[in-house]
């Protein structure tokens, strides 16, 4: 089982060695004995934001600061992200219910059961959205951020970035052989506000090596696009059941010049919650966070406090 970088990973990175330090977090056992680490401060109404892929908590790193003054915010990475374990497929199955059956595990061993403020980006919209609708009773309210909890637009053709690193060797070669699926995503992910050096490494940082990207190249293979793949139940179960969160607080913040989580995918929402409050950003990318950063944070702060 591999749970950390390597030591050539280790030189002087300002952003990322003042992350690591300043919120060193702890890790909680789930099932199978592995360790997934989780950030948990503050003190308030929780705020469990839930990261996608290539990322993982260091995303957050400016929402938690602002956040963790007046909520407990609670930022967990993965199993096979960030600072958790990243064990081979032997030891565990890298599918979306076992993401959902771990934030639960990890959320009721912290005691969090109830208000929660759910912040989705990324894969870890699907991940929010089906722990959303199997506890609704568990949900205040829902900010989204680039992502699904839905299957893929009729109108939105698969990207080919995704259809290049899903399957195959060449895929394998790509994600977990160049890193490219994590670099790429750094280099493509801010527009507005394009991503410095020392951020990118932070995004790098706990991906850096064959073993270390397995969870990120299983991610891209788990999407579900057709009733052979893993997740698809869990998709149809979480469309079918996405209504309920109706009348629930919502906002909605999109960079639309995301390749992947575009105008498609915001319509998506838009569609399904049209009482969201929706903030669009059409200079922005994937990573809106970063492109978008404080000004973003600050409408995210204030849709909480008016709710």
Not at 42 to 70: C, K, Q, T
Not at 83 to 110: I, N
Not at 227 to 239: N, R, S
Not at 245 to 256: D, N
Request: charged share 25%; proline share 7%.
């Amino acid at each position: 089982m591999v749970s950390a970088p390597t030591e050539r990973t280790t030189e002087a990175r300002p952003v990322l060695d003042r992350f690591l330090h300043d919120h060193p977090g702890r890790d909680v056992v789930v099932e199978g004995g592995h360790k997934l680490h989780v950030i948990d401060e503050g003190s308030g109404r929780p705020v469990v934001m839930i990261h996608g892929n290539p990322s993982w908590g260091f995303y957050y790193r400016n929402l938690l600061e602002d956040l963790a003054r007046d909520h407990r915010v609670i930022v967990p990475d993965h199993i096979g992200m960030g600072r958790s374990d990243k064990p081979d497929d032997s030891k565990y199955e890298y599918t979306l219910a076992r993401r959902v059956t771990d934030l639960e595990s990890v959320l009721d061993q912290l005691g969090v059961t109830g208000d929660i403020t759910l912040v989705m980006h990324d894969w870890g919209g699907m991940i929010g959205t089906t722990f959303a609708t199997k506890h609704p009773e568990r949900i205040a309210r829902l900010v989204v951020l680039n992502t699904a909890g839905f299957g893929l637009p009729t109108e939105k053709p698969f990207p080919w970035s995704l259809k290049l690193s899903r399957n195959g060797s060449i895929g394998a070669l790509f994600v977990r052989g160049l890193n490219g699926f994590v670099r790429g995503t750094a280099w493509i992910g801010t527009k507005r506000n394009p991503m410095s050096a020392d951020v990118k490494r932070g995004y790098e940082w706990p991906y850096d090596s064959w073993a270390n990207r397995r969870a990120v190249h299983r991610f891209v293979q788990d999407i579900p696009l057709s009733p052979k793949d893993k997740a698809w139940p869990v998709l149809k179960q979480v469309e079918a059941k996405l209504p309920g969160l109706k009348g629930k607080p919502m906002f909605v913040a999109f960079g639309l010049k995301d390749p992947v989580f575009d105008a498609h995918f915001l319509k998506g929402w838009t569609d399904r919650f049209p009482e969201a409050e929706v903030v669009r950003y059409p200079d922005a990318g994937h990573y809106v966070l970063e492109d978008v950063g404080p000004e973003l944070v600050g409408k995210i702060r204030q849709f909480l406090e008016r709710t």
